[in-house]
């Protein structure tokens, strides 16, 4: 499947973000799908995923309560909704889809990925 994210930009601490990742080329409901983010000279972090039918969600601690997953298979999009944003959450966001055994925290686990998109939180 192929991916393509959206929705990043410059923002200023507390304010809001919404990125988006459509999907196409495979059965959308299919894939279990996630938001990964990385920072220049860190590794690949996990910040959110959803499953395939939408009723399981997990969010890292350090955004649970400020971002929210979600998915319109009428549109074959995943959301990921930032708010309360910290200059901690500045990175690029990429999203993912697995089709097999869902870890969702795993980035090895995940087939494909999007290209990114950058998110800047200024203080």
């Known amino acids: 499947v192929q991916l393509q994210a959206s929705g990043g930009g410059l923002v200023q601490a507390g304010g809001s973000l919404r990125l988006s990742c459509a999907a196409s080329g495979g059965r959308f409901n299919q894939y279990h799908m996630g938001w990964f983010r990385q920072d220049s000279g860190k590794g690949r972090e996990f910040v959110a995923a959803?499953?395939?039918?939408?009723?399981?969600?997990d969010y890292a601690d350090s955004v649970k309560g400020r971002f929210t997953i979600s998915r319109d298979s009428a549109k074959n999009t995943v959301y990921l909704q930032m708010n309360a944003l910290k200059p901690a959450d500045t990175a690029v966001y990429f999203c993912?889809?697995?089709?097999?055994?869902?870890?969702?925290?795993?980035?090895?686990?995940?087939?494909?990925w999007g290209q990114g998109t950058q998110v800047t939180v200024s203080s």
């Open positions: 993912a889809s697995e089709y097999g055994i869902w870890y969702p925290r795993d980035a090895y686990g995940y087939d494909d």
């Open positions: 959803i499953s395939r039918s939408a009723d399981r969600t």
